[in-house]
């Protein structure tokens, strides 16, 4: 039986033939968030499967069966409309590799690999603050890490590059966190839950990600304006909330630990079913909250305007982000149900997804003793 009643296959990306299950459907995002589609999309899809291969990141099998069929580059193209190419596939190989470092932390927890695990950390920190010396690095999510990093740093200088960072690091030492809670069987409080996944999900670099989109790197007293962390919260929070709220049924079968249904079940005593709808109903409150704070952030955006040509520069640099804030629902919303990543039910073992490698990984474990 499918995960939720109305689960549909594999559909092609971008068509309206996609059927939402009604556990799952957000009808306000259906009807006012259209989808959008940055015209890089298909030379970023070829990049991209030529990248997972070159960094060693998929094995190049997998690439050619499972690549297009997960949808990564669909959700990055959806997201920073407007970017150059060149950056937009900078974000998109940071996306991939994001999942596919999310994939070895679920192998490693599983099987108690710790110390490749803290070695992988290590080695995440020392790209993040010095790309370029980790670039040949033997373990490929590290080598990987750091040609991303190189990359995005070369767009808007120091002051983006070190703030970037700083909200990096507590991302690496949260994954950190949630490896050490699943080897010691911890399902975290929801309260406690929530602020962890604000990091995993890394809300505030893929909110750092639309200035370079923009062009122009924000003055920290527009970043600071309430409506505007308003907004970036609330499309972050939908984000990541949706993303659990759909691949409830796949960490259920592989045991993991968090997700905010879970947190709800083990410790406020909801069944299954009235999880998925306290999730769904705070996936809704995001987007009243966004379309509450959107207002006030463009509203915003016009005084900053003040009838001068920096004004004016400087607010256009403001709408830029808040309509890829908007465009970050439409985009992770559409991309769950296109996504092969969280069809559970059609895998012939439901705690392993066909697209991760057990022996690659272990291949990466022996390297790491070397």
């Known amino acids: 039986m499918p995960a939720y009643s109305g689960s549909t296959s594999q559909t092609q990306p971008h068509t309206s033939a996609v059927s939402v299950p009604p556990a799952l459907a957000v009808p306000v995002i259906e009807a006012t968030f259209p989808r959008r589609l940055h015209p890089y999309w298909p030379k970023l899809q070829e990049n991209s499967r030529t990248w997972l291969r070159e960094m060693r990141l998929m094995p190049p099998d997998k690439v050619e069966r499972y690549a297009d069929s997960l949808c990564y580059t669909d959700l990055v193209a959806g997201y920073y409309i407007g970017a150059p190419d060149e950056l937009l596939t900078a974000i998109a190989d940071l996306s991939s590799w994001f999942f596919a470092w999310d994939d070895r932390h679920d192998r490693d927890s599983v099987h108690g690999r710790a110390a490749h695990w803290r070695r992988l950390c290590r080695g995440l920190h020392g790209a993040l603050d010095a790309p370029h010396e980790y670039l040949h690095h033997r373990d490929p999510l590290v080598a990987g890490f750091a040609d991303c990093v190189r990359r995005l740093y ?14 990096f690091h507590p991302v690496i030492e949260a994954y950190d966190q949630e490896f050490r809670n699943r080897r010691c069987g911890v399902v975290p409080t929801v309260e406690t839950y929530v602020e962890l996944r604000r990091l995993t999900f890394a809300h505030w670099a893929w909110i750092d990600l639309l200035e370079p989109t923009a062009r122009r790197e924000l003055p920290r007293a527009v970043r600071a304006h309430p409506a505007y962390r308003r907004a970036a919260l609330a499309t972050q929070d939908f984000s990541a909330w949706y993303n659990d709220l759909c691949s409830l049924p ?13 947190s709800l079940i083990h410790h406020e005593g909801l069944t ?3 999880a998925v709808r306290e999730v769904h109903r705070r996936v809704t409150q995001c987007v009243t909250d966004f379309l509450a704070a959107e207002e006030e952030v463009l509203l915003f955006a016009r005084k900053l305007a003040g009838g001068n040509a920096r004004g004016k520069e400087l607010a256009e640099a403001v709408q830029s982000c808040v309509f890829n804030m908007r465009n970050w629902f439409s985009s992770v919303y559409w991309f769950h149900h296109e996504s092969g990543r969280y069809r559970v039910d059609s895998w012939d073992d439901r705690s392993i997804p066909p697209y991760v490698t057990e022996d690659v990984l272990a291949e990466n474990e022996l390297v790491g003793e070397e």
């Open 154 to 167: 070369s767009f808007l200088g120091p002051s983006w590059n070190a703030r970037f960072a700083r909200h």
């Open 250 to 262: 796949k960490e259920l079968a592989g045991d993991e630990l968090h997700n905010l249904g879970i």
């Open 272 to 274: 299954l079913e009235e």
